[in-house]
């Protein structure tokens, strides 16, 4: 107790060099924590956009061969696909998604653009209606009109459609026919961002006809599971599962890597199969480049992190050297008035621990308020950058586990810089160290 | 002498009363199809399709067709416009692939797609096989103008052509398509195609000019008009990538 109570004295007694060694370990942990904290936020809400576009973290599609070679993807019967999903032990399932999309040029008024239009089963999607924010029509409207159209304001204002406006969609069947329809603009939804023009929102039972394939059946399998970082594990166990009931293309050996990606879709072109093959990806599979870019901040952020630490080694050895060489005499007088050899040693690796772990507490407060500023900014929710965006707002992740690893690593880094010093300290003659003058 | 006037009279009363002769409205289709199909020789010409949408000034294509039809082969190249020039498209079989110039690639394309920017499609350069591709759901006589027509009504029956439903207005003096009407799945007119004028090759007759209206948006039609059609033979590697690369260099 009184070692604690000597090194803290002691670290007062030189508050200016205290001051900087310990602003510049709180410097670079104030970087690092950033930079990994804004890999973290910008990772997952790139998944969390992707999740709510897509509508899962697991997908399942159902590819059937027609008689003319064309691959078309449809589930017919999702019988065993239900059944595995929800019978299999490890799946913590959040909610099923079962839609058809159709990808169409939407006609108003000599006006035309393409867009997707996802056929979504509202009953089934509750959180999807609630979620949406409206500009105009409402939800009301749209979930009582059998061909309603919810379409985002950026398209809706291209079209110079309204509410009550109806319509036409050009597109190909399922198999590749020509079809034309209607709908009916029944809300125009909050521009959110540059994925939310990917998609319009309509009834699946009107997707599915304009389509040509039955009501009951549609065209990709959504499961949202409880925990982002289960995606992958649980995806392994539906595949295990799903093995032995339905004839399954094989997964990606490595997620979102081209390479394979590239492999498994020369499979599906080449195959020739009987019935429906299904396909199992993951959201980490369509995020392999997010992911690539990810690390590659990480390994930014470690080199960064390496450099700062070196910086700092040299520092606290630098300082410590210092230190000791001007407490010569109060070291003798400390070794002459009793203190053993290794109190003196410990009492040098307190200071040198209390100033790194003082400094990373302060590094990590600081990083608190820069990241909590930033997230105050509100960005240009149409920006390319906006796929990054929380709803147009910066968001940090540090997992706890980071930042143990940095308060220890900035502890442990210091004692090793202060250890030399410090043992030869403890090592001095008390009374040549006495007799040592400046 | 008035029994022989009487029976006369009541012969051609039976006569008038009995329905006409049922049309061959197959023979007269596949009639078209001989037509529009050359079966034993090559053919060349030059289209020069001038595209309308409002709004924008007309876009003018220029684009030289060979075709092969014994070997399901043809090759469109387009001269102008400028920026399209080298441009093409290759079939073989039921392969369709273009080839751009900039890239030097030849991607997949379908003789579902639009020829450019124009409302004419691929598939209108390819040998007319209506008869394999459709079936004959009715048909009725009818007026188009001063012609008397069929109009028959088909629909597909397989998913590889451009449109689901036709209906074709034919002349029923010299079996000439006049006119035809492309309907989606859902029975939604989507092109009208007009074909006011014919010349004759070797003995055959050839839609020399032809008027695409876009039904779906208003006021996009594109004219095809056909110059210099040959039945020279062509050679053999006109058909190929090879040629679209060659003509390039």
């Known amino acids: ?438 | 002498m008035k029994q022989t006037v009487a029976a006369l009279v009541l012969l051609a009363a039976c006569a008038a009363a009995l329905p006409a002769a049922d049309p061959d409205i197959p023979g007269i289709v596949a009639r078209l199809d001989q037509q529009a199909r050359f079966a034993n020789v090559d053919f060349s010409c030059t289209y020069t399709l001038v595209a309308e949408k409002p709004g924008e000034e007309p876009s003018v294509f220029k684009v030289r067709l060979f075709r092969r039809d014994r070997e399901e082969k043809f090759l469109i190249l387009f001269l102008e416009p400028e920026t399209q020039k080298g441009q093409g498209y290759l079939q073989i079989e039921d392969n369709l692939w273009f080839y751009d110039p900039e890239s030097r690639k030849f991607a997949h394309s379908s003789f579902k797609e639009n020829l450019s920017d124009s409302d004419a499609k691929n598939s209108d350069m390819r040998a007319s096989s209506l008869l394999q591709d459709y079936s004959i759901v009715a048909y009725e006589p009818n007026r188009l103008g001063k012609y008397d027509v069929w109009v028959v009504s088909l629909k597909a029956n397989n998913d590889e052509v451009s449109y689901p439903k036709q209906r074709l207005w034919i002349s029923q003096a010299d079996n000439l398509l006049l006119k035809a009407e492309s309907y989606s799945l859902s029975d939604r007119l989507m092109r009208s195609a007009y074909y006011p004028n014919y010349v004759q090759v070797d003995g055959r007759f050839l839609p020399s000019r032809m008027l695409f209206v876009d039904e779906l948006n208003q006021g996009e039609k594109t004219q095809a008009t056909i110059k210099d059609p040959s039945l020279a033979v062509l050679p053999d590697s006109v058909f190929t990538k090879a040629y679209l690369e060659k003509v390039n260099r």
């Open chain 1, 1 to 438: 107790m009184n070692g604690a109570r000597i090194a803290f004295r002691n670290l007062s007694r030189q508050k200016r060099r205290s001051f900087l060694l310990g602003g510049a370990i709180a410097f670079g942990v104030l970087i690092i924590t950033l930079v990994n904290s804004a890999t973290g936020g910008f990772v997952e809400n790139v998944q969390e956009n992707f999740v709510h576009i897509l509508a899962g973290h697991i997908f399942l599609e159902g590819l059937e061969r027609t008689p003319s070679g064309r691959t078309v993807s449809v589930i017919r019967d999702d019988t065993a696909l239900t059944q595995a999903v929800l019978a299999t032990a490890g799946i913590p399932v959040r909610s099923l998604a079962r839609r058809s999309q159709l990808t169409g040029n939407l006609i108003f008024e000599g006006e035309g653009v393409q867009q997707i239009v996802v056929g979504v089963n509202w009953a089934e999607e509750k959180e999807l209606a609630r979620r949406l924010r409206l500009r105009a029509g409402s939800i009301e409207d749209f979930l009582a009109s059998p061909d309603g159209l919810i379409l985002n304001e950026k398209i809706a204002r291209r079209l110079r459609a309204e509410p009550g406006d109806r319509l036409l969609v050009q597109l190909r069947t399922l198999t590749g026919q020509q079809n034309v329809g209607d709908f009916a603009l029944a809300a125009v939804s909050a521009d959110t961002g540059i994925l939310s023009t990917i998609s319009a929102y309509s009834h699946r039972s009107h997707v599915n006809a304009l389509l040509n394939i039955l009501p009951h059946e549609y065209t990709s399998l959504g499961i949202t599971v409880e925990r982002l970082p289960s995606v992958d594990a649980a995806a392994a166990r539906l595949y295990a599962a799903l093995q032995s009931q339905v004839q399954l293309f094989p997964r990606l050996a490595r997620s979102g890597n081209s390479d394979d990606i590239r492999r498994v879709q020369k499979q599906i072109r080449d195959d020739r199969w009987e019935g429906t093959k299904f396909q199992l990806t993951t959201i980490n599979d369509y995020l392999g480049s997010v992911n690539q870019l990810a690390a590659t901040l990480n390994i930014l952020g470690i080199a960064l992190v390496l450099i700062l630490f070196v910086i700092i080694t040299v520092g606290i050895l630098n300082t410590f050297r210092m230190v000791i060489y001007e407490r010569t005499r109060e070291i003798g007088t400390l070794r002459a008035l009793g203190m053993q050899r290794r109190s003196l040693r410990g009492l040098f690796l307190l200071e040198s621990l209390f100033l790194s772990l003082g400094g990373a507490l302060a590094g990590l407060a600081a990083s608190a308020a820069v990241a909590g500023a930033m997230t105050l900014i509100r960005f240009d929710p149409a920006s390319p950058f906006a796929v990054f965006l929380s709803s147009g707002r910066l968001t940090f992740k540090l997992a706890p586990a980071n930042l143990l690893a940095y308060l220890l690593g900035v502890a442990a880094i210091s004692l090793l810089a202060v250890l030399v010093p410090a043992v030869r300290a403890a090592n001095l003659e008390p009374a040549r160290s006495l007799r040592q003058t400046y």
